[in-house]
């Protein structure tokens, strides 16, 4: 069921906020850790603290929601306890309100005072270890909902149970402190399209559609939180993100977590998390995705057919992570060495311009870029595209983009939504996708459920 609400037109801003100017955090506990409780003395004199001021005060008095960073994802935040605020999220998403929603605490103090002033109770004993282990942190936990419940029920979609989390993200931290109240925030990207992990990704999706971004870099983790559910016997995990099946086998209490999710539809059972039913995290091109198997073969075969063939597709986007060569490896018989080419991918008509010039017969141009060129080297989710042309007589070329993630698990999650997005600027016709070992550990997991659940079609090593 779509938002019947209209939406309205504004003005997009990016604030951008250096955590590290706002101000001297002080630490209630010698753990020296934001989980119990936290204060800061603000600069108030700084840029920094005026954008996230600015923010705060969107958050107290208006209906149109405020995104901002997490370690995970960018999230599209509101007063979770205003139901005309939430709202708000649901019509510049455009997402389905029978979704419900995360709701962002800045210290367990604040949750544990939020549930006792809603008549609500103590947090679950199951969840000590995780909190202590994981939070803050890419951790979200499902809690009762109190009956007077101070949670506006458009967050928890009619549910008795909502979804809590204290992120790592400082700037994040900080904005829900300033605001005063928790915030609800699912991924800042329009309904169906891969989650946002930096400011230019929202501004992409949400551009008129909300008045403030505040960015702080890149995200650190690249995908979503792990959602689990500690009510019921056994607990489970109802989506894989940030923290590992693996870590959560090590607390006390949750050595038999199931896992509740499937990656991929099953159309007999009723979904456990009410997301899971839901297109997610696709980008414009289908995507196909090959599992791992020690048989599985490289895309070889398939860009081989396709580069003989005069028929369409034309534009492949590649995404390499942990086994599969460079296409220059791949020994067509019609390669050359690879030359470096003036990269234009992002003034369109050079790069129009660039393969006019350089089209000849059996030859295969390649250029190298870093995106997210601001910050280079050091930052999260930038990954390396090279561009491939690859000519046979008397036919229009294949274009391949391809980009290297990886191989660690930790980089292709910082880069996995980045680069879907970045192959749909390309205008590819297909997105072809080397999967990981998702049992491997880690985040593998997480990265192999929103790969799945964006693929169009995937390939496994009998095939
Ligand atoms: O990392 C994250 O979790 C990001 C950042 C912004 O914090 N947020 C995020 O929110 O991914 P969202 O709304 O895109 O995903 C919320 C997930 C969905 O899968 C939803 O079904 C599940 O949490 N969820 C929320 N409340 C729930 C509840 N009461 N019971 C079961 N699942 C719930
Ligand atoms: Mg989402």
């Excluded at 894989?240 to 209490?253: D, H, I």
């Excluded at 979904?271 to 198997?293: D, Q």
């Excluded at 017969?361 to 999260?380: C, L, M, V, Y």
Aim: net charge neutral; proline share 8%; with cysteine.
């Amino acid at each position: 069921m779509e938002s019947s609400l209209a939406v309205m037109s504004h003005d997009t801003q990016i604030l951008k906020v250096q955590v590290d100017n706002l101000g001297q955090i002080k630490y209630t506990s010698d753990r020296k850790t934001f989980n119990e409780e936290w204060q800061i003395d603000w600069n108030i004199d700084t840029i920094d603290y005026k954008n996230l001021s600015q923010a705060a005060y969107e958050l107290k008095t208006s209906d149109v929601p405020v995104a901002f960073p997490t370690e995970t994802v960018y999230g599209l935040g509101a007063d979770a306890t205003r139901s005309s605020a939430v709202r708000g999220i649901f019509e510049a998403k455009q997402r389905p309100s029978d979704n419900p929603l995360i709701v962002h605490f800045a210290s367990l103090l604040q949750l544990r005072n939020f549930l006792k002033s809603n008549g609500g109770g103590l947090i679950p004993s199951i969840y000590e270890s995780l909190i202590k282990k994981f939070w803050p942190g890419p951790l979200t936990i499902i809690l009762p909902n109190p009956e007077n419940s101070g949670l506006a029920p458009e967050v928890t979609a009619g549910l008795n149970t909502f979804g809590a989390r204290i992120p790592q993200d400082v700037l994040a931290l900080c904005l829900i402190k300033l605001a005063g109240v928790p915030l609800a925030a699912p991924s800042a990207n329009s309904s169906t399209k891969p989650s946002p992990t930096n400011a230019e990704h929202v501004l992409e999706d949400l551009k008129s559609r909300i008045t403030t971004i505040l960015d702080g870099g890149p995200c650190s983790v690249g995908v979503e939180s792990t959602v689990v559910n500690g009510l019921a016997n056994p607990p489970s995990i109802l989506r894989p993100g940030g923290v590992s099946l693996q870590q959560l086998r090590e607390c006390p209490g949750w050595e038999n977590v199931t896992t509740g999710y499937k990656d991929v539809p099953d159309s007999s059972q009723k979904p456990m998390a009410p997301g899971m039913k839901y297109r997610h995290y696709s980008p414009r091109a289908p995507v196909i995705l090959y599992e791992t198997g020690s048989k599985t073969p490289p895309p070889m075969d398939f860009l081989g057919k396709l580069a003989f063939s005069t028929s369409e597709p034309r534009k492949i986007g590649l995404i390499r992570t942990q086994s599969w060569p460079s296409l220059d490896g791949y020994g067509f018989p019609f390669l050359e060495t690879p030359r470096n080419a003036p990269s234009a991918l992002t003034h369109e008509k050079d790069f129009d311009q660039n393969i006019r010039n350089s089209k000849s017969n059996g030859e295969i141009k390649e250029t190298t870029r870093q995106p997210n060129s601001d910050h280079q080297s050091e930052a999260f989710g930038s990954f390396n595209i090279r561009y491939f042309e690859i000519c046979e007589t008397q036919q229009s070329p294949l274009l391949v983009w391809e980009v290297k993630l990886g191989p660690e698990a930790k980089m292709i999650a910082q880069g996995l939504f980045s680069s879907l997005r970045q192959l749909d600027k390309y205008d590819v016709d297909y997105i072809i996708v080397e999967g990981i070992d998702a049992n491997e550990s880690g985040l593998a997991d997480a990265i192999m459920n929103r790969l799945r659940k964006a693929s169009h079609r995937r390939i496994f090593r009998h095939d």
